[in-house]
């Protein structure tokens, strides 16, 4: 198994560019989580899905994030418009199932740096 | 929502004592709880998984407990090397989600 495969791994981009990251979960797992890791602020959830759906987002800082999971094979946060506070490191996490004692597997995370 | 602490912030021992990192969370309406490891500049890597109806679980040199009704886990590390300098994370999973602590940075000097 390929684990989870984030991209892409490194991004600079300008304040105000949009920016897009990808994830694709382990086959078979029906959840999928995005978290964003900082110095100040250690790792936050900002949303879940679970078969696809959007369960919780509330841990999305700002209407500038969005995220979709079009299909159970993939799933993307984007940041429209970007700023330099955004510059952190995204993880996607993916799991057998939600409500189940199942454990969590993390890609290798995008490193983010908004300029 | 879920408040994690993880105690010591950091840590720094030499190399062949035994540690123990702790870990208290605040709902222990959990399914399990999970530890990583976080090397500098690197994912998250899965050590050990204890389900809620599990005291412990062991996986080499690492030994984690649970203890559920108190919201407390441990990690104890035996006979410590070098290559376990890093930051260690706890999370425990509730039905909705799962949060972590800040982490215990971990330096094991030769």
């Known amino acids: 198994d390929a684990g989870v495969i984030q991209s892409p791994r490194h991004e600079v981009t300008e304040m105000g560019q949009e920016v897009t990251l990808r994830c694709k979960p382990i086959?078979?797992?029906?959840?999928l989580f995005w978290y964003r890791q900082t110095m100040m602020r250690g790792l936050e959830l900002l949303i879940y899905?679970?078969?696809?759906?959007?369960?919780?987002d509330s841990g999305m800082p700002e209407d500038r994030f969005s995220a979709k999971m079009p299909n159970a094979s993939f799933s993307t946060l984007k940041i429209q418009p970007s700023e330099p506070r955004d510059s952190a490191v995204y993880f996607c996490a993916s799991s057998l199932a939600m409500g189940q004692p199942y454990g969590y597997t993390f890609g290798s995370g995008t490193r983010l740096t908004v300029v | 929502k879920q408040e994690v602490t993880q105690i010591p912030a950091a840590l720094s021992v030499p190399e062949g004592e035994n540690l123990v990192l702790n870990c208290s969370f605040t709902?222990?309406?959990?399914?399990?709880l999970q530890w990583f490891r976080q090397d500098p500049g690197k994912g998250l890597t899965s050590l050990l998984l204890i389900q809620s109806s599990q005291r412990e679980q062991t996986s080499g040199r690492l030994n984690a407990s649970l203890d559920k009704s108190s919201g407390r886990s441990t990690l104890y590390i035996a006979a410590s090397q070098p290559g376990d300098s890093a930051t260690y994370l706890c999370?425990?999973?509730?039905?909705?989600?799962?949060?972590f602590g800040a982490g215990t940075r971990l330096t094991v000097k030769p």
């Open positions: 709902d222990s309406a959990i399914y399990n």
């Open positions: 899905f679970n078969n696809n759906v959007p369960i919780d």
């Open positions: 086959s078979g797992h029906n959840s």
């Open positions: 999370a425990p999973r509730t039905p909705h989600d799962m949060r």
